[in-house]
Each structure stands twice: as C-alpha cells, then as structure tokens.
C-alpha cells in the first residue's frame, strides 16, 4: 500500500532579498485508500506544503524529509514525481497557450502510464469524464485553462485526477470559488477516485463546506507553518462552529 | 479593431492605425523604390527600415562591399508542361512584380547575372508541386527568380534554402487573372548563413496568392514579402512561421499595399524565440490606398518567448486612405513561456524539454492548420517536429 510520509519539513521562500521560512516542522502520514483534509486559515502555508511536495522551484526544503513508499520524493525532479504517483489539483491552475486539453491530456497520460493509451479507448474515456464532470466537450479543444472560469479551472482539475489516476492526491482548494452545483460535481470527482481504494487524498480546504460532500478520515487544523492538531471528523464540526481562533493566538501546541 | 497588448520580456509592440491623407509607409522608407542600388543611400542603421537590422552582420550586402564569387546551386523540378528557363537580365519578364523597396533588394537587382523563370501556362493545374533547391556551399551570390502563372493557372512551388551562403535576391511571383499559387518558402539555413530578400507577388484579377514563409536557421534572415493587385477580386494570404535560436536574426518585413478596390488580404505570422540574443522582428504594413475602396484586410502577428535573453520587436502598422472598406485590423502580442507554465506541465509527469516541445508545437500547429493543402500542412508539421527535436 502506498504510503506518503512527511517528516518535520522546514520549507522558506525568497522574498525581498530575505528568507522566510514558512512551514516550520511538518509531520503528516498519508496512506493510499485514506483521505486527510487539511484546514487552517489564509497564509498559514497549506499552498506552501501542497507545492512543495510537488517540487515548486519557489521554495526551499531547508530539513525534513518526504517519502512515497520509502522513495526519497525531495530527490526527484517535479516530472519524476508525478510519475511515481503524486498529482496537485492546483488552487490557481495555471494557462499554458498554445496547448490544446486534448493534447495535453494525451500527454500526460502517456508520460504517467509509460505508454500512449490506445486512442479509441482513450477518446472515449475523456469523452466518459468530462460529461460526468459536467464539461462542456468543446473545452478538449481550448487551450489548457486559457479563459477558463474559476470552477472550469477546478473541473479540468478532477478531469486530471480522474484520468491520471494518482497513489496520492493533494487538492488544494479545489472547492474555493465553486458554486454549489459544481462543488457537488467535483466532490463526486473526488469521491470515484477514492472509491477505487487506490488513492491517498490530502484534501486542502478554507471551509467545512466542501466536507459536507467528502467524508475525511482524519482531520488536521495546520496554523502558522504546521499541523496544530488532528483529529476525526468532529474535528472539522469544531471548527466550523468556532472557527480558528483558537488556534491562530500564539500559545497553542500541537 | 486594433488590439495591441505587450507582456514585456525585452520585447516591443507598437502598434498603428494611421488615417492618412498621405501614405507614411513611403514617406519613412529613405528612398523611394528602384531597381538601381545607386538611388540608395548606403544605411547607417537609425533609418526606418533598417533600425532593427545588425548591419555588421549583412557582410557587405548593404554597403557594397559584398563581392559575389560564392557556391550557390538552385536546382528546380517540375512537372511536365512547366517551363524552366535560365535568362539575361534583359529578359522582359524580370521585375515586373515590384520594385525593390531597400538598398539590399536593389543591390541585388543591380548585381544579379542570370535570373531563373518558371511558367506555368494558363489554364494549367498542377497536381504535383514545383520545387526550387537554392543550396549555398560557401560565399556571396545575388539571385533573382521569377514564378509566373497565367490566367487560371493553379500551382503550389515549394522552395528550399539550404546550406551556407550570403545571399540577396528578388523573388517575382506573377499571378495571372483567376490563377491560384501557393508558395511555400522554408529558410533552413546553416546558423552562419545571411539572406536578405524580397518577395514580390503581383495578384491579377480575381487570383489568388498564398504564401508560407518558414525561416528556422540563418545567422541573419531578412525577408520582405511584397504583395500588390493588378486588378479587382484579388486575395493574398501570407502566413509565416519562425523559430529564431540563440544568436540568431530573423526579421519579416511585409508591405500589403491595396492598390486596387475589391481586394482581401490576411497576414498571420507566428514565431517563437530560445536562447540569448535571438531577435525577431516583424513589421506588417498595410496600406489601403484611395482608389482601393471594399479593401478587406487583417494581419496579425503572435510571438512565444521561451527562454530570458531572447527579444521581439513586432510593429503592424495599417494605413487606410479611404473610408469605403469592408474591414481592417490588426493583433500583435508577444508572450512567453514560463516557469510557471513549466512546473504546470511537469507537475503532470511531462519531461520539461518535452513540455517546451509541446507548448511551441501547439503554438505553430494552430496557424498550419489554416494553411489549408494537407500535403503542405503535413509537411510543415513534419518539420516543425523536426526542428523541435533538434533544438529544444
Ligand atoms: N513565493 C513566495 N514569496 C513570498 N512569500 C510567500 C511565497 N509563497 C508563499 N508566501 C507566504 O507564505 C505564507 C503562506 O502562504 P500559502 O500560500 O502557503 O498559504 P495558504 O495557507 O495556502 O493560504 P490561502 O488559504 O490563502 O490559500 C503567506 O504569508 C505567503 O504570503
Ligand atoms: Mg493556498
């Protein structure tokens, strides 16, 4: 089984000619069939932690470690990684011009599954997950994310998942700026893909919402750079009734 | 009708939609057409047309000091019924599509001493393509070549440029009433090769031009693609396509000059940069004349940055003397390929040379495929890869 490990990572930015350090001391361990939601307020580094497992050359890893199945992921290029089975649903997706969907679906199919997938049966599962996702069949032919809507951007997201079929999968804010239908379309996105038992899920969220639809196994609150307590899903009840707070004012131990 | 937008990476877009009673293409070029380079003032590199051009690495063939002696072979294959003729400079049929429009083209046609001229006689439609070979083995050489059509004619003529060379030439393409030719133009040069050159078209009546310019090598490539109508019902397409590498020049000059009412053009060119000191510089001018009323014109110019240290200079400029046109307008942007874009593709498990690959192939595929002939399209695509592969 799959097994994502994240051992007291240290991870700072350049800004202004100074380092900051960002996430300070992160311990988190994601199994395949799990799923994990990570909750905390704006600027607490969830993004942070999201692309650095991922391998952003934005930020540093200055100590810890991160393991899939005992392979050292902090060594691997970012191309490397998603290969060995990690994708990042991207809370700001970004457009690449000039890159058709269907062309870069294609791609990154064949990259991660180490053969080009059979075209007749390949043509027909996009065809399958973009109409269960609710998208419109037109977008295969649009630039990756270019003019995409904020909740076409987070679709074409899950369409990834779904099609890249990853041992473990961070979702960063993939409910914000969804409305409600959309939310429960992307949410059953979600929910197939770990009806396989196949992946692990770090579901990063602002807001409960989203839980009404994924159900967490383990919930962590992360504030200022680190996971200040977890729990079960009660957890996520606490802190939809009282909010961060408690967790924001210094003094708080993890 | 105008759109211009810049996302500035050492790059500049101007863009111009001049109402003029008086036509400031002419008045910016610093003399006026002519096939005699003595009515060119030798460039010192701030005129108009010369401003973006390194002029030290023209190797003379704009100060007169190129000296003609090198290797070059144009070897031309057609199918039957098409006649290839190798003529004097007398010849009647030489320069009758334009008019040199700077002092390399002039030089050129002052300095050339057999022309080559290529016919296909009216009402002729070819199935399979013309195909003009210009390979340079080394050294200076001043060409002059002349495709005509007459009337209802139909001819795709792919020319190949190969190998090493200094060459300045003047390329005619004389279109009879309601004849069609396309004209592919692929600049595969040696990275120490300099072309400067000049494609004339003279549309007749009802007939229609196609032109595909691809420019891949080359130290220095200076094309100016010259488009005018010899009677109504004229249509131009010009497309190009350049993937200019470290060190390397490439610079489009067209000039679509509505002479004639009733006439359409439409001008895309796409290219992407890599690597330091690549230039690229296109200028697209379009002028529609007084006496050109229905004018239907658009031109658009897209440029892809994929490394630092590459430059863009893209000017469209569109000057309309008369009111009574069915439409006018023109695009140029510049962007660029960023890490950004890179982690994105990669995040995906796609190796970062073939995420670039990726990106520049979607990027051209988008115009060869208005390109409209299959085979060229193939073709095109084809070598697009091929380039791909060799150098990203
Ligand atoms: N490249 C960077 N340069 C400078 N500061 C950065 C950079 N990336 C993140 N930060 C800072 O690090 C902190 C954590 O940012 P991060 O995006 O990880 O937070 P977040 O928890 O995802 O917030 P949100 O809920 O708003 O998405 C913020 O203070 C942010 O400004
Ligand atoms: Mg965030």
Redesign the interface.
């Known amino acids: 089984m799959a097994t994502l490990e994240i051992r007291d990572l240290h991870v700072s930015v350049e800004a202004d000619n100074s380092t900051k350090e960002i996430l300070k001391g992160v311990d988190l361990t994601v199994k395949q069939g799990e799923t994990h939601a990570i909750m905390g307020p704006n600027g607490s580094g969830k993004s942070t932690l999201a692309y650095s497992i ?4 934005k930020y540093t890893i200055t100590s810890g470690t991160v393991t899939l199945d005992g392979e050292d992921v902090l060594e691997m ?3 490397e ?3 060995a089975g990690m ?2 649903a ?1 809370q700001y ?8 969907v269907s ?2 679906l294609r ?2 199919a064949t ?2 599954r180490g053969e080009a997938p059979k075209l007749r049966t390949w043509v027909k599962e996009v065809k399958t997950a973009m109409e269960t996702l609710q998208m419109d069949p037109a977008f295969a032919e649009r ?2 994310n270019e003019g995409f809507s904020g909740g076409e951007k987070k679709r074409h997201e899950i369409l ?1 998942l779904e099609l ?1 079929k990853p041992k473990i999968a961070i979702l960063d804010e993939t409910d914000s700026g969804l409305d409600v239908d959309a939310l429960r379309q992307v949410s059953e996105g979600v929910n197939r893909v770990h009806a396989s038992g196949e992946v692990g899920t770090l579901l990063i969220t602002h807001y409960t919402r989203i839980l009404r639809y994924i159900k967490p196994d383990f919930v962590h609150v992360f504030a200022k750079g680190k996971i200040v307590a977890s729990g079960g899903p009660e957890l996520a009840d606490e802190l939809e009734a009282e909010g961060y707070e408690k967790y924001t004012k210094g003094g708080v131990t993890a | 009708m105008a759109e211009a937008q810049n996302i500035p990476v050492g790059s500049t877009t101007a863009g111009t939609i001049a109402v003029a009673a008086e036509s400031t293409v002419a008045t910016r070029m610093s003399a006026p057409p002519s096939f005699d380079v003595a009515d060119f003032p030798v460039p010192h590199g701030r005129e108009e047309e010369w401003r973006f051009t390194p002029l030290e690495r023209l190797r003379g063939l704009h100060d007169g000091t190129a000296e003609a002696g090198g290797v070059l072979t144009v070897e031309v294959t057609a199918p039957e019924g098409v006649t290839v003729e190798t003529v004097d400079r007398s010849d009647a049929r030489i320069g009758r599509a334009g008019t040199p429009v700077d002092r390399v083209a002039a030089q050129a046609y002052s300095s050339f001493e057999k022309a080559s001229v290529v016919s296909v006689p009216k009402e002729a439609v070819l199935t399979e393509p013309i195909r003009i070979a210009v390979h340079g083995e080394g050294g200076t050489a001043y060409g002059h070549q002349v495709v005509e059509l007459g009337a209802f004619a139909e001819a795709v003529v792919v020319i190949d440029h190969t190998g090493d060379a200094v060459l300045a030439a003047n390329v005619d393409f004389v279109l009879g009433d309601g004849a069609k030719l396309t004209v592919v133009s692929v600049q595969d040069w040696d990275d120490t090769a300099v072309h400067v050159s000049q494609h004339n078209a003279l549309v007749g009546r009802d007939a229609s031009f196609k032109s595909v310019v691809v420019t891949f090598g080359g130290d220095l490539v200076r094309l100016s693609p010259l488009v005018q109508y010899a009677g109504t019902g004229g249509e131009a397409e010009l497309f190009g396509l350049y993937f200019t590498d470290a060190g390397q020049h490439q610079e489009h000059r067209l000039l679509v000059d509505h002479n004639t009412p009733h006439c359409k053009s439409n001008v895309a060119y796409k290219g992407a940069l890599q690597g330091d000191g690549a230039h690229a510089v296109w200028i697209g001018d379009v002028l529609i004349q007084a006496a050109a009323e229905g004018t239907d014109t658009y031109e658009l110019n897209r440029n892809l940055v994929l490394t630092d240290g590459a430059r863009v200079d893209s000017v469209p400029n569109l000057e309309i003397e008369t009111g009574e046109i069915v439409g006018a307008g023109h695009a140029s942007a510049t962007g660029r390929f960023d890490d950004e874009q890179l982690f994105y593709l990669m995040s995906r498990g796609i190796r970062a040379e073939e995420a670039r690959r990726l990106v520049v192939r979607g990027f051209f595929a988008e115009l060869v495929q208005q390109i409209g002939l299959p085979d060229v399209e193939e073709r095109l695509l084809a070598k697009i890869d091929a380039e791909l592969e060799a150098s990203v």
């Open positions: 991922a391998g952003h050359p290029s970012v191309d990684r998603a290969r994708f990042l991207m997706p970004v457009e690449v011009p000039g890159v058709s062309n870069f791609t990154s990259a991660i630039n990756v990834q890249l």
